[in-house]
């Protein structure tokens, strides 16, 4: 069940880029030149973020209902992988405190939850040490396991949800987007 809604969500996805023209194996600029080679490549690095718990389900994200998590565990969201907007998307959905990876140094923070930024690139955490929350390029350069690190992130969020600042916050940053779909795009292709 969980695998065919991960199908279908993906389906949806590529139909949507389609019908826009878009390779759905489009990485963005940014992608490239934080050194990614291509979308698998990516995509593995998501999978290896969410850890080895099963995911529990796809949430919808849609012009007509915004799902939320009907118990604890990993989900997927079926929305926008921009910056802001997914970060809105995820609190809309319940998130008290948002985990947000960056390679090249997003500067997300977020008007309504604290976003505690993670980067994986020790140049980035170097360049933007003042707006980044957690270095874990630490398990690059072989200083720190990822067990080390994934501990460090636990605790870091258990701080933040009982009242510690982010950098984003201390600095000010209170990004906020709400992205949708298009209803009558959506419309022709089905997904309504």
Known sequence: ???????????????????????????????????????????????????TRPIQGVLENSWRRLAKPTRGGLWLQ??????????????????QVVVFTTGRGSTTGHAVAPVLKV???PETYERMRDNMDINAGTILDGSESLRS?????????????????TKAEALGYQDFV??????????????C
């Open 78 to 95: 079926d929305g926008t992988g921009w910056d802001v907007p997914s970060v809105t998307d995820m609190v809309a959905a319940g998130a």
């Open 178 to 191: 709400v992205f949708k779909r298009d209803r009558a795009a959506e419309h022709l292709l089905g997904f």
């Open 119 to 121: 980067t994986g690139n």
């Open 149 to 165: 690190v994934g501990e460090r992130i636990f605790h870091a969020v258990v701080e933040v949800a009982s009242g510690r600042k």
């Open 1 to 51: 069940e969980v695998a065919d809604a991960i199908r279908a969500m993906i389906d949806r996805q590529e139909r949507r880029m389609k019908a826009m023209g878009v390779d759905s194996r489009f990485m963005s600029k940014g992608n490239i030149d934080g050194g990614l080679t291509t979308i698998e490549e990516k995509s593995l690095g998501a999978i290896r973020k969410g850890g």
